[in-house]
């Protein structure tokens, strides 16, 4: 019997049992749906962190901040806006260090009140350091004592047009000190708005972000009453590994390990390597349903070997051979998990591009707060890698036949007598 | 008269036996069988129900294998065959059964070129032939009905167009008769046994119809496992 008859035959046979081979192959479905709906959210997931990390956190950047401090217990020893200095005597390999102060503050800009992060830093060395990132839309970067820089979703936070800071505006920017046991005192800085940043969107670490405010390291060293910064990012000549470890090292020495420095590209490679866990996790859990499946389909075939004894009884009687027996049923399975496979795929990547647009991930992380409400707009784009798709097409199939296997040995076992006697 | 010595030996089951379980209970259904059948033979094996008939039949057709004993077709001991060369064999065998035994999904002309594509034919060749037998069973108009829109005669008769389909060496027919009425029967009878003389098709049917033992050359009678009477017409 050749390809094409076997083939059809197979197709007859599932044809005439179509209710129970569409839910035997939605089963399929379902499994590969998940998988590839998974796999393709989680890579779209992945390519948007990646992406926006070296946009917002140049590869060629290291940043050092005070060790522990977070949780970790006290902070071992203060960084100070001074140590850029002492970072950038290490090397020929280092070509720009600046030093990053934060404190959180209540704004008062064009008869809006928020609280929100203020950032001091050295603006000239800073755009150098991020060059595509620090830079300005309207006005511009200017180190003028009162200038205040403000990112794109200070100055539009919904992106409709509602402006509520613009270029010149008059910024009030209030800081509560507080020092030992004394009272708490309100100090209030005045600034006035010289450049609005283009948007950057999404996440930094280090880097400028649509919802900084910036003003002058300078300016903050007098009004928060203080040297220490939270961290340094330092400007790499070079974002090769080698560089990356020499000058890590270095600063480390220069500090006494008392400092964390933090490369980006480490960063990247450590995402990386969680992402290809979490897939490794997604993958595993969506292949439990597809295992599934495959119960379902051999529970199906077993079904349909007993119904069927009759028939594989004629088949062999009128001369058909054991393997081509086999290959009737494994043919059965391999159109079931073509089919579902084909089906789950799309049906998974629809899925992932619905969830992307309206679902649980896709819209807004809220990234201000009160008052101010801005958003911070991170869309995710799902990715249907070649190696996906091409997995998820060749683990149905393969399911789909594993589990055929048995039923279909058996069928191509039975004894033509005892077929035909089978009631 | 029949020259026995000029005919070619078909079918040899020397001593032949078999035992079946009947749950724990063994039953012997064959107890030393012996029989020749030539080419261009037309031979009816009677018997009561259990008497071993269809064990026999199984026997020939290389559907079962004995217990004991040998089956020769062709002088070929079919014991020493493995499971594609009985595949094999059974290809030159033409099977009619008492329940017809068609795929229902298949329409007549289908069940008819199924066996066909088994052996291998292409599309074209097979549904020419698979016409031309229907045609010559009769049933050419009815071929593309599936075999629950045809009677019990006009399934005998697509199982016997099935049967010749890939030209056999002999066909084997199990009660062709015993699940259709008289009249059909009457007709089934007749186009065995004309392609029984047309054709020289060697043919040996089991069967409790007397009219058939009647037409036949040859009479075979079993009893409990036993070839009683063997008698030419």
């Known amino acids: 019997m050749n390809v094409n008859d076997v083939l059809s035959y197979a197709f007859g046979a599932i044809k005439l049992r179509k209710l129970r081979a569409s839910l035997t192959t939605l089963g399929v479905i379902i499994g590969i749906a998940a998988i590839v709906a998974l796999l393709s959210f989680s890579q779209g997931l992945q390519d948007t962190i990646t992406v926006q990390l070296q946009k917002g956190f140049a590869t060629k950047t290291l940043i050092v901040s005070p060790k522990g401090g977070l949780g970790g217990g006290e902070a071992s020893i203060p960084l100070l806006v001074s140590d850029t200095d002492t970072i950038e005597k290490i090397g020929e390999n280092v070509s720009a260090a600046v030093a990053i102060m934060q404190k959180t503050c209540f704004i008062n800009v064009n008869g809006r009140a928020f609280t929100i992060n203020i950032v001091g830093v050295d603006f000239a060395k800073y755009q150098t350091i991020y060059e595509s990132t620090f830079v300005a839309a309207k006005g511009n970067i200017t180190s003028e004592n009162d200038s205040v820089v403000i990112g794109a979703r200070i100055h539009d936070p919904w992106q409709n047009g509602t402006i509520i800071a613009d270029v010149d505006y008059m910024v009030n920017i209030t800081w509560t000190k507080r020092s030992g046991t004394s009272p708490s005192q309100n100090k209030t800085y005045t600034g006035r708005i010289t450049a609005v940043l283009k948007e950057i969107g999404g996440f930094n670490i280090g880097g400028p972000s649509d919802l900084g405010i910036y003003i002058p390291i300078s300016q903050a060293q007098g009004f928060f009453e203080t040297d220490e910064c939270s961290a340094i990012v330092v400007l790499l000549k070079g974002d090769d590994k080698a560089t990356i470890d020499s000058v890590s090292e270095a600063i480390k020495t220069a500090f006494n390990n008392q400092v964390s420095v933090t490369s980006a590209t480490a960063v990247l490679d450590i995402i990386s390597s969680v992402f290809s866990n979490i897939d490794f996790f997604l993958a595993g859990i969506a292949g439990i349903s597809l295992l599934v499946a495959g119960v379902g389909i051999m529970n199906i075939m077993i079904v349909s070997l007993m119904e069927r004894t009759r028939e594989i009884g004629i088949l062999k009687a009128l001369g058909m051979k054991n393997q081509t027996v086999l290959m009737i049923f494994l043919s059965e399975a391999i159109i079931i998990g073509l089919m579902g496979s084909a089906i789950g795929i799309a049906s998974g990547w629809g899925l992932a591009n619905i969830v992307a647009k309206v679902g649980i991930f896709g819209g807004r992380i809220q990234g201000g707060n009160q008052a101010a409400a801005a958003a911070t707009q991170i869309s995710i784009t799902p990715v249907l890698t070649p190696t996906v798709f091409l997995g998820a097409f060749a683990f149905g199939i393969i399911v789909s036949v594993i589990f055929a296997i048995y039923p279909a040995w058996r069928a191509s076992k039975l004894k033509p007598v005892e077929a035909l006697r089978y009631e | ?233």
Do not use: C, W
Not at chain 2, 16 to 44: H, I, Q
């Open chain 2, 1 to 233: 008269m029949r020259v026995l010595e000029n005919m070619a030996k078909i079918v040899e089951a020397v001593n032949l036996r078999k035992t079946y379980l009947l749950g724990k209970v063994p039953v012997e259904a064959l107890r030393g069988v012996n029989l020749k059948v030539e080419e261009g033979d037309f031979l009816a094996v009677l018997g009561p129900s259990g008497s071993g008939k269809s064990t026999l039949l199984n026997m020939i057709g290389a559907l079962d294998k004995p217990t004991e004993g040998k089956v020769f077709i062709e002088n070929v001991d079919i014991s020493t065959l493995n499971d594609d060369q009985l595949a094999d064999l059974r290809r030159k065998i033409g099977f009619v059964f008492q329940f017809f035994n068609l795929i229902p999904r298949l329409t007549a002309r289908e069940n008819v070129e199924l066996s066909m594509a088994i052996v291998g034919f292409g599309k074209s060749e097979r549904r020419k032939r698979a016409e031309e037998l229907l045609e010559m069973v009769g049933l050419k108009e009815r071929m593309n009905h599936k075999p629950t829109e045809l009677s019990g005669g006009e399934q005998q008769r697509v199982a016997i167009a099935r049967a010749l389909a890939n030209n056999p060496k002999f066909l084997l027919m199990d009660e062709p008769t015993g699940n259709i009425d008289s009249k059909t029967a009457g007709e089934i009878l007749t186009l065995v046994k004309k392609l029984n003389e047309e054709k020289g098709i060697t043919t040996i049917v089991v069967t409790h119809d007397q009219r058939i033992a009647s037409q036949a050359k040859r009479t075979v009678q079993m009893l409990d496992g036993l070839i009683v009477k063997d008698v030419m017409n």
